[in-house]
Structures are given as structure tokens and as C-alpha cells.
T-cell receptor, first 118, second 110 residues
């Protein structure tokens, strides 16, 4: 079974702090993803990475950055936390590379980090 | 227009009922399709992949209609434990990322 581990289930930080969310997967997956999930808005992709040191912006990258120094670890960084970044953050990983026409592998999620910015 | 659209519900059905969810997607180049299930305050988990010919897994049946660009999920003989939010998920073209619908909430009542 794929195991995706997020460093914290609950986190409380203050406005302006630099916040690090860590995610580790144990399946040697190329692709890793960070989402946030808010009521009524569903899952929104922040950033993803398809290889070490490679990253691509998702739908809502503003206010966030990421780091992928090792294949198994993908970090999400809130450079200067703001109250509108209070949310549930979900990390996911997926095998690849994906080839056109195939079924494609599903994504596996971590337990999530519920982050509150005060 | 959202790329993946689902009826948000909520669907409230009695135990034993059959319930169906539909999902439409906007990109005709979509290649892979999935249904995920998400319990309250938990992470999404894969329920089943959706194959072009349709597929069944126990009480769950998934169908894909490429011409009309929709996916369906049928749940037969609903159990209380089926209560969750069901997410329709699509991957298009050579994209590495998946696109998620906002989910359909199901409550199965005793």
C-alpha cells in the first residue's frame, strides 16, 4: 500500500510567520502534489512536482512556494502566512510518467494538515 | 464553466436504495477517469477507476460516455457506511495532474 505521510495533522500559526508543511511518500513516485480544500470550493491544486528540483504552478500558487530536494519529500512553504490561508492542506503522490492513452495511475493522499492562521 | 461538474447534493437516501451520480467534464481530450470517496474530515481515497467499457466493483458500477463527456457512478443496495462525499476526477491529455470535481454528498439513512 502507498503511504503518504504529512508531518502534522493540526497546526496553528500566526499571521506573518513562515510556515513549512512536509510530505513524504514511500513508493518512489515521480509526481507529488499540494492541494488545499475549503468548504464549497473543493480541492484546489497549489503546486506540483514531477521530479526532484522540478515544480509547476497549479491553480492557486500565490502566497506559496514549494521545495523538492529529494524524490520522496515535497514541502509546501507559506512565505508570510495570512488568515486567508487557513485551510485543510492535502499532499498527494502518483506514479508516472503518464503516457498518453493509458489509464493512468490514481493519486494517493496523505491524512491532511488542518492549518489555522491567527 | 467548471472543468469537472458534479451535482453537490446532498442526496439523502434510505438504506437499500439505489443511487446514481453523474459528472460532466469539459475537455474532450480527457484520458483517465476515477471516482474518489471522501469521508468527513478525512482525505480522499480512490473508490474505483472508470474504464471505457464500464466496470463494476461489487455494489458499485461506473460508466463512461465519451461522446457526451460524462461519467456516472451507481451504488446499489446502499449501506449506512456509504455515506460520504463522492468526487469525480479526470486527467486530460498528457497532464500529470488530476482535476477534481467539487463532490456530491451522500447520506444513507437508517
Amino acid at each position: 500500500d502507498v503511504k503518504v505521510t504529512q508531518s502534522s495533522r493540526y497546526l496553528v500559526k500566526r499571521t506573518g510567520e513562515k510556515v513549512f508543511l512536509e510530505c513524504v511518500q514511500d513508493m518512489d513516485h515521480e509526481n507529488m502534489f499540494w492541494y488545499r480544500q475549503d468548504p464549497g470550493l473543493g480541492l484546489r491544486l497549489i503546486y506540483f512536482s514531477y521530479d526532484v528540483k522540478m515544480k509547476e504552478k497549479g491553480d492557486i500558487p500565490e502566497g506559496y512556494s514549494v521545495s523538492r530536494e529529494k524524490k520522496e519529500r515535497f514541502s509546501l512553504i507559506l512565505e508570510s502566512a495570512s488568515t486567508n490561508q487557513t485551510s485543510m492542506y492535502l499532499c498527494a503522490s502518483r506514479g508516472g510518467p503518464v503516457r498518453g492513452g493509458d489509464l493512468g495511475e490514481p493519486q494517493h493522499f496523505g491524512d491532511g494538515t488542518r492549518l489555522s492562521i491567527l | 464553466r467548471k472543468e469537472v461538474e458534479q451535482d453537490p447534493g446532498p442526496f439523502n437516501v434510505p438504506e437499500g436504495a439505489t443511487v446514481a451520480f453523474n459528472c460532466t467534464y469539459s475537455n474532450s481530450a480527457s484520458q483517465s477517469f476515477f471516482w474518489y470517496r471522501q469521508d468527513c474530515r478525512k482525505e480522499p481515497k480512490l473508490l474505483m477507476s472508470v474504464y471505457s467499457s464500464g466496470n463494476e466493483d461489487g455494489r458499485f458500477t461506473a460508466q463512461l460516455n465519451r461522446a457526451s463527456q460524462y461519467i456516472s457512478l451507481l451504488i446499489r443496495d446502499s449501506k449506512l457506511s456509504d455515506s460520504a462525499t463522492y468526487l469525480c476526477v479526470v486527467r486530460w491529455g498528457s497532464a500529470r495532474q488530476l482535476t477534481f470535481g467539487s463532490g456530491t454528498q451522500l447520506t444513507v439513512l437508517p
